[in-house]
């Protein structure tokens, strides 16, 4: 079975400090994992992706995650954070070796509180 | 494209009573996954559909929830009847061909309230 772990609650960080939401991941075979991200009232958008390659996966508005496949995490950074980056942060993973499977697992979700 | 698109945006009914949800996918996507979104669950995946074809329905909750696609452009989620726990957000998302590293578009929800 595939899963994700996001073990915090709350991220408070203050505007202009660097922003990281923390991510572990369980599958049986290779993952694929994904951010994304959710305004108030609003659906959840795709902020980037990892499948292969390089470990540092850069994505939408400023922010990138780093792959580290012995620590089994996806943690998601941003060196600068900005007040309207405060939002629902969900990390998810696909197993690639379970065939047919396109199930998304999620985390739980970060909310992350930027401070002025 | 418009996205994905979900009605009504808000629904606010009285226990018993038939709700129906509906979903416009991206044109030319061919998954479509509802996702149901509460506080004490987080987001849980419900029923995903391939081609029109329903893939895996092993997140609904009960009899009470089905779902169709009669075409590729439209989708439905049927709760009968309906209970004060559905009240949640139910999201609607479709992808691209299922390759698996494709991401989904989520729609912005539909609000339930079960009162």
């Known amino acids: 079975a595939q899963s994700v772990a996001q073990p915090e609650d709350q991220v408070n960080v203050a505007e202009g400090n660097p922003l990281t939401v923390k991510c572990t991941y369980s599958?049986?075979?290779?993952?694929?994992l994904f951010w994304y991200v959710q305004y108030p009232n609003r659906g959840l958008q795709f902020l980037l992706k990892?499948?292969?390659?390089?470990?540092l996966v850069k994505g939408s508005y400023g922010f990138e995650a780093e792959f580290n496949k012995s620590q089994t995490s996806f943690h998601l950074k941003k060196p600068s954070a900005l007040v309207s980056d405060s939002a629902l942060y969900f990390c998810?993973?696909?197993?690639?070796?379970?065939?047919?499977?396109?199930?998304?697992?999620f985390g739980k979700g970060n909310q992350v509180v930027v401070i002025p | 494209d418009a996205g994905v698109i979900q009605s009504p945006r808000h629904e606010v009914t009285e226990m018993g009573q038939e709700v129906t949800l509906r979903c416009k996918p991206i044109?030319?996507?061919?998954?479509l996954f509802w996702y149901r979104q509460t506080m004490m669950r987080g987001l849980e995946l419900l029923i995903y559909?391939?081609?029109?074809?329903?893939?895996?329905d092993s997140g609904m909750p009960e009899d009470r929830f089905s779902a169709k696609m009669p075409n590729a452009s439209f989708s439905t989620l049927k709760i009968q009847p309906s209970e004060p726990r559905d009240s949640a957000v139910y999201f609607c998302?479709?992808?691209?061909?299922?390759?698996?590293?494709?991401?989904?578009?989520f729609g912005p929800g539909t609000r339930l309230t079960v009162l």
């Open positions: 998810a993973v696909r197993d690639v070796g379970y065939y047919g499977n396109n199930r998304l697992a």
């Open positions: 559909f391939n081609n029109n074809v329903p893939i895996d």
């Open positions: 044109s030319g996507h061919d998954y």
């Open positions: 599958v049986s075979g290779n993952p694929y």
């Open positions: 998302a479709s992808s691209l061909d299922g390759i698996p590293y494709n991401e989904q578009f």
């Open positions: 990892y499948i292969t390659g390089d470990n």
